[in-house]
């Protein structure tokens, strides 16, 4: 087999597709699109972003923010919302389509399209490695999106990004049982 060297870049699938969401100075709420980041512990989630942004500058002052899991249906809406600013476009949620209602658990929105919503607190932030580490609060999920009381990944049709060729694909398809396939080896 031949290889093709990338070089040292975050290039791994899949990539979340992560909306986060946060109210500004004057309750308007506020998200944008980020891809490297992921669960870090039991109860975090960990983000990479810097500092200039203004949904960073947001969640440091409200020490909260949410994480929606992007999907398939609102592809468009969630790609707006990760290359305009909010530090130049304040309405690009509007804008995008979307709406929100308050977290009942974080001083932060949740955006009310976007089935899958991760509920954080503010752990840590550090502006010299753009780690963000929240504090995993709640998930809600949208009933809608549930079969038999459990989350049916079909329905949430979560994307990823794909860092090789800048595109985004739906996932979906079961192939296999977590902590029961590997037994077969044994």
């Known amino acids: 087999m031949s290889r093709k060297n990338f070089g040292a870049k ?30 870090s512990e039991g109860d975090e ?3 990479c972003l810097s500092a200039g942004h203004k949904t960073v500058k947001n969640l440091l002052k409200t020490g909260a923010f949410t994480v929606s899991m992007a999907d398939a249906k609102h592809v468009a809406e969630c790609d ?3 290359i305009v600013s909010a530090n130049t476009v304040p309405d690009k ?4 389509g979307f709406t929100t209602t308050k977290s009942e658990n974080v001083n932060a929105p949740v955006i ?34 549930l079969t038999d009381g459990k989350v049916d990944v079909a329905k949430v049709a979560p994307i990823t990004f794909d860092p090789f060729n800048n595109e985004y694909y739906v996932l979906g398809e079961k192939v296999g049982n977590a902590f029961s396939d590997g037994k077969a080896i044994k």
Do not use: H
């Open 93 to 96: 949620l509007s804008k995008a």
């Open 10 to 39: 975050p290039l791994t699938y899949p990539q979340p597709v992560f909306i986060i969401a946060t109210y500004d100075e004057n309750g308007n709420a506020d998200a944008m699109n980020a891809a490297w980041g992921g669960i």
């Open 80 to 82: 707006y919302v990760g």
């Open 112 to 145: 009310n399209e976007l089935a899958v919503c991760v509920e954080c607190k503010v752990k840590s932030y550090d502006e010299n490695i753009c780690r963000l580490v929240g504090q995993i609060v709640n998930v809600s999920v949208d009933e809608a999106t």
């Open 45 to 47: 989630l960990s983000l």
